[in-house]
Each structure stands twice: as structure tokens, then as C-alpha cells.
């Protein structure tokens, strides 16, 4: 379904520290998936993505799992920086002619 | 090469005004998403136009409206506008008309409704 416009959920992490952020997503039916991160004041940002057919991704400091089963995904950050400071944000697609729907943003402050 | 553009960057309209926004999409990109973003919150989807046909429309009344064209540049139009219009738009660009491929996003339109 749509996202909802809810007040953003924020996570606090140590410089350092691994993230994980978490993103329920709502059709059994999507099968590609996209995680991006939208700093402030401008456009979201592709960071990775997964298909269905896999349940672990890994990027550079990124790791996406995908648990069909219970529909949720997550985001995996090593290591983080101060630069990863910005609101993250899970897609879905159904693969289908269809559009991105997004969840609804986890912001992730780090902290020296 | 040069990514998704948008343009103005930020835009100030009263209510009942009516505004155009535009989008440009990376060139060999045919489908283009509008998104609304308010402040602090997350992205609603707004529309989806493929080789100028509208491929889906979310959740918004009719006042938005807004058409692709032969070069797969877009425009967003927002009739009779209201506060609440006030936010981010942001358009994204993929390749072809399903997204199972990424999506890129251009830097947005600030909207202001006063």
C-alpha cells in the first residue's frame, strides 16, 4: 500500500557503531526492492537494491537483508560515519507495470 | 552525463494559485514519478507517466494533474492550491516502464503555498 504520513522514526548511533535500520513493506507480491538515503535538502540517493530471489545483498558498508517470509528489510551500515547522517528510506516494486511505493523514512543521527 | 533536473528549485504561490513544476529525465530514460514529500515526512507517490501515456496515479484529488512529453520530460501541475500543498516534489527517472530497475531522483521543487 502507500506510505503514511507518519513523523519520521529516528535511530541514534555512536560513530562507529554498525546501523541497522528496519522497513516493513506491505505486498507479498513485490519483488524488487531498493534502499535509499535522502540527505537534507535534497533528492534520495540509490544506495542498493535486492530481488526476491536473494536474501542477502552486500554493498560497500551496506548489507540488505530480505525476509520474504515475515516482509521485512533491513539495512545494514558498518562502521558509520558522520556522513551517513540522513533519513533512509525502503521502496517496493511488484515488477509489474506499477510504481515505487515507499516506506515511511527512518532518520539516522550519528553521534561522535 | 547529467542527471535528473528539476526546475524552479523553489517555488512561492497563494492559495488558489496554480503552479507548473518540471522535470527533466536522464537522457534514454522514458518513465518519469512524481513523489510529494512534506516536511519530515516520507515520500507519497503522485504519478507515473511512460512514453507520454499516465501509467498510475496515487492517492490525490484531480487538481494535480500533468503529462509527459515527446522527449519524456514532465510537468506536474497543481490547480487551486492549497496550504497543505506546501512540500518537496520530487521527480525520478528509470529506464523503462517497469521499476525493477533503480530509480533517480532529481533534487525537487520547494513548494510553498502562502
Known sequence: GESVGLHLPTLSVQEGDNSIINCAYSNSASDYFIWYKQESGKGPQFIIDIRSNMDKRQGQRVTVLLNKTVKHLSLQIAATQPGDSAVYFCAENTGTASKLTFGTGTRLQVTL | ?114
Open chain 2, 1 to 114: 552525463e547529467a542527471g535528473v533536473t528539476q526546475s524552479p528549485t523553489h517555488l512561492i504561490k497563494t492559495r488558489g494559485q496554480q503552479a507548473t513544476l518540471r522535470c527533466s529525465p536522464i537522457s534514454g530514460h522514458t518513465s518519469v514519478y512524481w513523489y510529494q514529500q512534506a516536511l519530515g515526512l516520507g515520500l507519497q507517490f503522485l504519478l507515473w507517466y511512460d512514453e507520454g501515456e499516465e501509467r498510475n496515479r496515487g492517492n490525490f484529488p484531480p487538481r494535480f494533474s500533468g503529462r509527459q512529453f515527446p522527449n519524456y520530460s514532465s510537468e506536474l501541475n497543481v490547480n487551486a492550491l492549497e496550504l497543505e500543498d506546501s512540500a518537496l516534489y520530487l521527480c525520478a527517472s528509470t529506464k523503462s516502464g517497469t521499476v525493477n530497475t533503480e530509480a533517480f531522483f532529481g533534487q525537487g521543487t520547494r513548494l510553498t503555498v502562502v
